[in-house]
């Protein structure tokens, strides 16, 4: 199973909601991204896991909130979002190991509109 | 400078045709160079990765690095309107644990039927 989960495909919130993205991988892998994505550009990193804690975050506002409950499991929490925070948001994965493929595999991506 | 530079086309070809995708980059600690493709509206994809300098192949596509000019390429052969996508270039320092991926801008291409 090579394969990066993510729920929803599509969200739809408003600026007082309170919602999570979800992300799941069974390949094994100990660390996982949380990356943020607009429109004819690349994706930007936000928060990196590895073994389950918090290893980077690149200086994202506190209205996104992750957290990584097991090894298999991402979940990036919104509250108070902005309409500029619409983008398509995806999650990856990537093995830990020096002897493991590089490069990080790719969920489909939860597109969130903030209206 | 950026540290990977990616021209961003658009890049429009007949079916059929070779195509050249291309990054320079400007730090010398990179080790691991990526492709990625994305197609409008998905996540993106890993297509093909080469550590340190050297040609590698996948059926039609040809990764090169040439670390001495920092320059990276893709190439595909007989392109199918199936490569309608956008290319990312990435690169990394680290293998292991936490990578940090640097992407380019990514190149999008049309293979025209």
């Known amino acids: 199973d090579t394969e990066v989960t993510q729920t929803p495909k599509h969200l739809v919130m408003g600026m007082t909601n309170k919602k999570s993205l979800k992300c799941e991988q069974h390949?094994?892998?100990?660390?996982m991204y949380w990356y943020k994505q607009k429109a004819k550009k690349p994706p930007e990193l936000m928060f990196v896991?590895?073994?389950?804690?918090?290893?980077i975050n690149e200086s994202v506002p506190s209205r996104f909130s992750p957290e990584c409950p097991n090894s298999s499991l991402l979940n990036l929490h919104l509250h108070a979002l902005q309409p500029e925070d619409s983008a398509l948001y995806l999650c990856?994965?990537?093995?830990?190991?020096?002897?493991?493929?590089?490069?990080?595999?790719f969920g489909p991506g939860t597109r969130l509109t903030v209206l | 400078q950026k540290e990977v530079e990616q021209d961003p086309g658009p890049l429009s070809v007949p079916e059929g045709a070779i195509v050249s995708l291309n990054c320079t980059y400007s730090?010398?600690?990179?080790?691991?160079f990526m492709w990625y493709r994305q197609y409008s509206r998905k996540g993106p994809e890993l297509l093909m990765y080469?550590?340190?300098?050297g040609n590698k192949e996948d059926g039609r596509f040809t990764a090169q690095v040439d670390k001495s000019s920092k320059y990276i390429s893709l190439f595909i052969r007989d392109s199918q309107p199936s490569d309608s996508a956008t290319y990312l270039c990435?690169?990394?320092?680290?293998?292991?644990?936490?990578?940090?991926?640097?992407f380019g801008k990514g190149t999008k291409l049309t293979v025209n039927p």
């Open positions: 990435a690169m990394s320092e680290d293998q292991g644990g936490s990578e940090k991926l640097v």
């Open positions: 990856a994965s990537s093995q830990k190991t020096r002897t493991g493929l590089p490069g990080q595999f």
């Open positions: 896991y590895s073994y389950e804690k918090l290893s």
């Open positions: 390949m094994g892998h100990r660390a």
């Open positions: 730090n010398s600690a990179f080790q691991y």
């Open positions: 080469t550590y340190s300098s």
